[in-house]
């Protein structure tokens, strides 16, 4: 069977809420592996939401919420804009995909925009796979994997870094 | 040094300050130090040893340098840049403090080695140091010294790190993060970690499992890391007092690299420049966003 990603959308109620209910309510065909979470605000989206979502299972996210000037509280997306613009960054440097989380503005005209971002980001984590290396940090069996490897034996293994060295370069 | 005992020595006497908070000889080299009676101001010192941003005893949760009375800290550039991070964030008023500004010619790793800089001695975060000479001070102490050596060692880490693919990363970061046990010591150690309850604490929601496994401790780091983004003066005190070696500092200098990029801002002594997080402009960058 074809791999189906879940995705998880954090999207603000007044915008992207609505946008994907016009997408719905037109008829528009779309993948159905995205599971809505909605929210007031992309302000209020916190990164904890993301982390958290791929700690559940997620394998892609997806945040979404009013254009530029269109927020319902007039600033929380550009809050949420410099959060983000950090969080990606920070996602990426710890080795965490960024193409596995989607960043939008669709606002509530523009249902087709929303099932062009559900469509485009469903078929990218579908091509980058499972997020089985997160799901399974704790060895727990939310994928049914395998359990993790001890920590403290991995720290010593040889595929790792050693790492007193890397703490003398840290500093 | 001399001048700085003198000072001290004076604020005790005239009773400007309850509390001298410097350094001293311990028996593994510089230590903070608490000095209360004048008599004790002959103890305090001043090298290259000294290490510690003692900008983190003026945390308001401190109860137990609270009750010394008003305290004046020696600080070096770098300290009063975590100093003026507390005055942004009303953790502390300027008048509640004396800060002693010391001038500054680079620092050690660690306070136990001998207080000579060579590249391979030096801090990591003396790097493209601005603040040698503290300005955010009431007295201003000390010689102008030279420039530090140069090491661009951990920017060098973090392009190397950057070249490599996310699964090449994530290898290196799990690796890492293994031997995080969680003891939080990175988060006391910081001088800006000040919050009365600290998210990892909470338990209902548990946004961060306790557990020292790799996925609380992944959840750990991220939040650390970004509630630290455009705030982390760089000091280096939450590596220095991991007891596991986790090279933190690459993650924070990493986001004050991105911090640079996206908002062209540098953390400052100037407490009345508000930090990018929580500020915005209309025009931020946003190639990101679709």
Request: with cysteine; hydrophobic share 40%.
């Amino acid at each position: 069977m074809d791999f189906q990603p879940r995705i998880t959308a954090f999207v603000c109620n007044w915008c992207t809420y609505t946008g994907a209910d016009l997408a719905g309510t037109s008829r528009l065909q779309m993948a159905a592996n995205v599971r809505i979470i909605r929210l007031p605000c992309t302000g209020r989206i916190d990164h904890m939401f993301i982390v958290k979502a791929f700690e559940r299972g997620a394998d892609g996210v997806i945040v979404s919420g009013c254009h530029p000037a269109d927020c319902h509280y007039t600033a929380g997306n550009y809050h949420a804009r410099r959060r983000f613009g950090v969080f990606r960054e920070l996602m990426d440097f710890m080795g965490i995909d960024p193409r596995r989380v989607t960043f939008s503005w669709v606002s509530a005209s523009e249902g087709v925009k929303w099932k062009d971002v559900v469509n485009e980001t469903v078929a990218r984590v579908a091509e980058l796979g499972p997020f089985d290396a997160y799901h399974e940090l704790a060895g727990d069996t939310i994928t049914g994997g395998e359990p993790a490897p001890d920590p403290f034996e991995a720290a010593s293994g040889a595929e790792t870094p050693d790492p007193l060295e890397a703490h003398e370069v840290g500093r | 040094m001399k001048e700085l005992r003198d000072l001290a020595r004076k604020l005790l006497a005239d009773g400007d300050a309850g509390v001298v908070i410097g350094w001293e000889e311990g028996r593994r080299g510089a230590r903070p130090a608490f000095i209360t009676t004048p008599d004790d101001a002959d103890k305090l010192i001043f090298d290259a040893r000294c290490v510690h941003n003692l900008a983190n005893y003026l945390n308001p949760r401190k109860p137990q340098v609270k009750a010394l009375g008003k305290p004046a800290v020696v600080v070096k550039g770098c300290d009063a840049k975590a100093v003026a991070g507390l005055l942004r964030e009303a953790q502390l008023t300027r008048d509640r403090v004396i800060l002693i500004g010391v001038r500054c010619g680079g620092v050690v790793q660690t306070p136990e080695m001998p207080a000579e800089l060579t590249e391979a001695t030096v801090a990591t975060r003396c790097y493209g140091c601005d603040v040698r000479e503290p300005k955010l001070v009431d007295h201003l102490v000390g010689d102008a010294q030279p420039e530090p050596p140069v090491t661009a060692a951990l920017d060098r880490r973090i392009a190397e790190l950057d070249a490599l693919s996310p699964q090449e990363r994530w290898q290196f970061w799990t690796g890492q993060l293994a031997k995080c046990t969680r003891c939080h010591a990175c988060r006391q150690a910081c001088p800006l970690c000040h919050c009365e309850r600290c998210i990892t604490d909470k338990t209902q929601p548990q946004w961060i499992e306790s557990s020292s496994h790799l996925r609380g401790n992944f959840a750990w780091h991220l939040t650390r890391a970004q509630h630290l983004a455009g705030r982390c003066v760089g000091c280096g005190e939450c590596e220095r007092a991991c007891p596991v070696g986790i090279p933190l500092s690459l993650i924070n200098r990493k986001l004050q690299l991105v911090v640079k990029d996206l908002f062209d801002y540098t953390v400052t002594d100037d407490p009345e420049v508000p930090a990018p997080i929580g500020a915005y402009a209309v025009d931020d960058r946003q190639e990101f966003i679709e």
